[in-house]
């Protein structure tokens, strides 16, 4: 999920603050992008990826929409094979449109006030099993339910269901559900709006299987998205004629009765099943990149559809090339009405939502692309790797914002969030000014869940991760960084892999000094802060005194001083933080000469001495700004003869975060 979602309200100050921003953010970081890396290669050496998912749990859902009511009847087969080690007793049910049935459920009761949009329900929704018994029996498994989440009387979004008989490794059953799921009001991700539905998280649906025969079951909780096991989906859509419809997988058949229609879908090697039904929708199709790709968009929004295409047409080919091809033969691109703005920004297996008002591509911000790239990065960093975004958010949420900075920026340099009247700002500057120093206040390798806040999260999943990635690029180069991530993903395509899985891979590909980097910022909550406090110039005169040599004793006067020919310079770099990250020191000296050197961040101090002809005048830690995490860069640099003082600069910033604070994630 793209981190803001009150995107009409974003839209509206975006364009407002977007020239400040950009004049603070220009003197904060000088608007330097990502340096550009070559395009990805494909013939650059990466393991191959398997091409269908090992299929635990397949569904087939027959599902009749009453768009009055809001209501869907529904039917479903799971196809359900135990692949894990253990003998199962039991099965967890994930029932989380009961997220929405009233405000004491873990989802609407947050002291933060409800979910990610902050939004309270005004129509409730909920999801009542009917039936549930295995193929070939007449016992009813669902009344032997637990009524609640584990400890959390309030809640009915994970229920256990015991089994009659235990399920042995590699045995299968099929579970036959009747059910009936009504949808809320869009409070967040899912519901309707007048007549506008987005229909997700709206069937009965097993917990994922852990090989070792644990479900990795939670209730659904305002901080956390999903993780779900792989299978395939067959479902038929029964919705007033007029309708239409966009939904995950292929459409595979349409009848019409009376004023009924049935759309069938088939979807191969996913984990979720999400769609949409409207009767204003209007569509565009374009195949980009072998993929069929279908927006389907309100009346008068031309323009956002356009913007949207020209996001695919250029960043599903970066992606394909970066993290290994889209496997899918189609790709569904849904912009929400601004009514149901609360669905926007979301990704589904193979069905992406983004959103914004009419005017988003008007001013030169970059909203509709950015969101666009961002959810399309989630085909690869959710829905293909598919790891655990409960316990793991970084996993997701974290990568792919690296993934769509490191696109937008490789596309539009550095204007990738805002480009108008010679003003430029980029997705790392934009990143960089939510999170950094904010590394100490919170592991960015936790549960979504143990999160203090969802703008704590917002600030140090998403936008920290990005930034200690991009750091990484442009210290060790981003060739390395990026290759490193194509192999985390090819290697691990449909296997849900876990922090150790990343960090293993991390390891084999990266030299050792920027794992360990990376491991103590994820897991350590591990920061860096270079800075310089002063400059001392000394002449070096010629030598003066008493001095007994070889030919007996000699007396040397000593010189004036402004008779000096040389200079000895010292300044001292020191390194806060944990982080030892290599960089550059920029010496400027009183003739205009510079030099550059180097220091690998090892010990907390870093003597720079210099002796020459001219007085050191000014230094420049990091000159090139690739230390992205740096805390505070205003204390970056020195400049003896009182040039640019950092202090409107210093104004400008912390105004600029203020604005921000106030914005979200
Ligand atoms: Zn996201």
Do not use: C
């Amino acid at each position: 999920m793209r981190r803001v979602t009150r995107d009409s309200l974003i839209g509206a100050v975006f364009s407002a603050l977007s020239g400040y921003l950009a004049w603070a953010l220009l003197l904060e970081t000088g608007a330097q992008p990502m340096p550009r890396s070559a395009a990805p290669s494909p013939q650059a050496a990466f393991p191959t990826s398997a091409e269908s998912a090992p299929k635990v749990a397949s569904y087939e859902i027959e599902a009749k929409l009453d768009t009055e009511k809001h209501r869907i009847t529904g039917r479903e087969t799971i196809h359900f094979v135990n692949r894990s080690s253990g003998a199962l007793s039991e099965l967890w049910f994930h029932l989380y449109l009961n997220a929405f049935k009233n405000d004491k459920t873990l989802f609407l009761r947050s002291p933060f006030g409800a979910g990610r949009s902050g939004d309270k329900a005004r129509e409730y929704g909920y999801i009542d099993v009917k039936k549930l018994a295995i193929a070939g029996g007449d016992e009813d498994l669902w009344a032997q339910r637990d009524r609640h989440s584990p400890d959390d009387p309030d809640d009915e979004t994970d229920l256990r269901v015991p089994l009659p008989s235990p399920l042995e490794p590699g045995a299968s059953l099929d579970l036959q559900i009747e059910f009936e799921a009504q949808l809320p009001e869009i409070i967040e991700r899912t519901g309707y709006a007048g007549s506008f539905h987005f229909v997700g998280q709206w069937f009965p649906k097993l917990a994922r299987l852990e090989p070792n025969g644990t479900f990795a079951h939670f209730a659904f909780h305002a901080q956390s998205e999903f993780y779900a096991d792989f299978g395939d989906y067959d479902v038929a859509l029964d919705v007033p004629s007029g309708f239409l419809v966009g939904a995950t997988g292929t459409r595979v058949r349409e009848t019409r009765d009376k004023n009924r229609t049935r759309l069938s879908y088939h979807a191969e090697n996913v984990h979720d099943f999400a769609w949409t039904a409207w009767d204003r929708f209007e569509t565009r199709r374009e195949t980009i990149a072998g993929t069929k790709v279908s927006v389907l968009f309100p009346p008068h929004q031309q323009r956002n559809a356009e913007a949207e295409l020209a996001s695919i047409r250029f960043a599903l080919p970066h992606f394909n090339a970066r993290y290994g091809a889209y496997p899918y033969p189609t790709l569904t691109v849904v912009h929400p009405p601004e009514a149901a703005a609360n669905a926007g920004g979301m990704e589904y297996p193979t069905l992406i939502t983004t959103g914004g008002p009419w005017y988003s591509t008007l001013g030169g911000g970059r909203f509709i692309d950015i969101v666009t790239v961002h959810e399309l990065g989630h085909q690869w960093f959710y829905g293909l790797v598919a790891s655990n975004e409960h316990d793991a958010p970084f996993l997701d949420e974290g990568i792919n914002s690296y993934a769509e900075a490191e696109a937008l920026e490789a596309h539009y340099g550095s204007s990738s969030v805002f480009g108008a009247f010679g003003l430029s700002v980029s997705s790392s500057a934009l990143n960089r000014l939510i999170s950094a120093a904010r590394g100490a206040d919170e592991k960015i390798a936790q549960g979504a869940a143990d999160f203090a806040t969802f703008r704590s999260l917002g600030a140090i999943v998403y936008s920290r991760t990005a930034i200690v990635l991009a750091t990484l690029a442009r210290v060790y180069g981003s060739e390395r960084i990026n290759h490193a991530l194509g192999v985390y993903t090819r290697k691990f395509r449909f296997q849900h892999p876990t922090t150790t899985d990343f960090l293993g891979v991390m390891q084999s590909e990266l030299d050792s000094r920027a794992v360990s980097a990376l491991t103590l910022a994820l897991s350590e909550r591990a920061t860096v802060d270079y800075l310089v406090r002063e400059i001392s110039n000394a002449p070096v005169s010629a030598a003066a005194g008493v001095f007994d040599g070889p030919q007996g004793r000699e007396q040397k006067k000593p010189e004036a001083p402004h008779q000096a020919a040389q200079y000895s310079s010292r300044v001292v770099v020191y390194r806060h933080g944990t982080l030892q990250l290599p960089v550059e020191i920029e010496l400027g000296f009183e003739d205009g000469t510079k030099q550059l050197r180097h220091w690998d961040g090892s010990g907390y101090t870093f003597n720079v001495d210099n002796v020459g002809p001219s007085p050191l005048v000014s230094v420049s830690v990091d000159p090139e700004q690739r230390i992205l995490l740096d805390d505070d860069r205003s204390n970056n640099w020195l400049d003896n003869r009182g040039n640019g003082t950092p202090r409107l600069r210093d104004r400008a910033l912390y105004t600029t975060q203020m604005l921000l604070g106030a914005l979200g994630p």
